[in-house]
């Protein structure tokens, strides 16, 4: 009986980590979700209709040269990383009210995190 429970055990581990690491992040469909962001958003230094985002991981909000933030992100004070880039993403009005980017957000989690790591490798 024991053995069978230790089994049992040994099988539920495994397949916990099985499913753990198929949610981990993926930068390659974090690319193909920021193909929603690409209109505005380059992955340079570059500015469009939103400020380039190469090196946006550690960045401080509303500090690429050249470009015109609004009031809310210049003075929102915010280091872009994992936790702040996730609440940005989920919903932009509630993590810096009055910025002006007209994007409602991303509710799917696995989405944000796969962008997130994407991002987190352009520099």
Not at 21 to 43: D, I, K, L, R
Request: proline share 4%; aromatic share 6%.
């Amino acid at each position: 009986m024991k053995a069978f429970n230790l089994l049992s055990v040994l099988l539920v581990a495994g397949s916990i980590g099985v499913v753990a690491s198929a949610h981990a992040q993926n930068a390659a469909h974090g690319a193909q979700v920021f193909e929603s962001c690409a209109p505005c958003h380059a992955t340079n230094g570059e500015n469009g209709a939103g400020p380039g985002l190469g090196g946006i991981v550690g960045r401080k909000s509303g500090s690429v040269t050249g470009f015109r933030y609004s009031k809310a992100m210049k003075s929102a004070n915010i280091v872009w990383n994992e936790k702040s880039l996730d609440a940005y993403l989920a919903a932009p009005q509630e993590a810096v009210p009055g910025n002006v980017m007209p994007f409602s957000g991303i509710e799917d989690v696995r989405e944000r995190k796969d962008l997130i790591a994407y991002l987190e490798t352009l520099k």
